[in-house]
């Protein structure tokens, strides 16, 4: 149980395309998904938290127009990186928990983002 | 506040044994410890919530000390499989989001035959 589906895995685009990126929760309802973004042989950095129904919090640094997220539904969050640039290549990992507090992420397979 | 990981990196032989540190300068809700292959989104291991537990079974176990505060990942009679890069991630909680994962640096293990 407790799948997060990630989708597209990799998209390679040319600079100025916005690109979508959606999180599915499976088999469960996830009232908040994560959103990370990792650089090679890196940690996971915490972009942003997306509440279903609200707006999501961004962590100190993430520019909230840059990385627009929607979590329209108990199963599903979008991360739009909009007017991307080559500095916005890198690795996007969504994740969920089944509820708040004292439980187990469960990740997405990430997807592999190159901008041109 | 971002979680210590220590060391940066192991490599290991089959069969041997490494132990990976986590910790924080403050007490901490809980410690996950996850690990993530290359190119491979990070995998649930474990999560500690009480000072003092032990938790995990005869090759990967786990501690989290009494005052909460460091937490550490036993690997013993390592496996090939068990190359990767093992993160420890602490609860933060905020008013406006609730809870969220703060990532150590990770380490990375490398188990060779």
């Known amino acids: 149980g407790a799948v997060v589906s990630q989708h597209p895995s990799r998209v390679i685009c040319k600079s100025g395309t916005s690109v979508k990126i959606e999180c599915r929760s499976l088999?469960?309802?996830?009232?908040?998904m994560f959103w990370y973004r990792q650089f090679p042989k890196k940690s996971l950095m915490l972009m942003a938290t997306s509440n279903e129904g609200s707006k999501a919090t961004y962590e100190q640094g993430v520019e909230k127009d840059k990385f627009l997220i929607n979590h329209a539904s108990l199963t599903l969050s979008t991360l739009t990186v909009t007017s991307a640039h080559p500095e916005d290549s890198s690795f996007y990992i969504c994740?969920?928990?089944?509820?708040?507090?004292?439980?187990?992420?469960?990740f997405g397979d990430g997807t592999r983002l190159s901008i041109l | 506040q971002q979680p210590v990981q220590s060391p940066q990196a192991v490599i290991l032989r089959e069969g041997e044994d490494a132990v990976i540190n986590c910790s924080s300068s403050k007490a901490l809700y809980s410690v996950h410890w996850y690990r993530q292959k290359h190119g491979e989104a990070p995998v649930f291991l474990m999560i500690?919530?009480?000072?003092?537990e032990q938790k995990g079974h005869e090759k990967i176990s786990a501690s989290f000390n009494e005052k909460k505060q460091q937490s550490s990942l036993y690997l013993t009679a390592s496996q090939l499989s068990y190359s990767g890069t093992y993160f420890c991630?602490?609860?933060?909680?905020?008013?406006?989001?609730?809870?969220?994962?703060?990532f150590g640096k990770g380490t990375s293990l490398l188990v060779t035959p």
């Open positions: 991630g602490t609860e933060k909680w905020d008013s406006n989001s609730g809870y969220a994962l703060n």
């Open positions: 994740s969920a928990s089944l509820k708040q507090g004292n439980q187990p992420q469960h």
């Open positions: 500690l919530l009480k000072g003092g």
């Open positions: 088999d469960f309802q996830a009232t908040t």
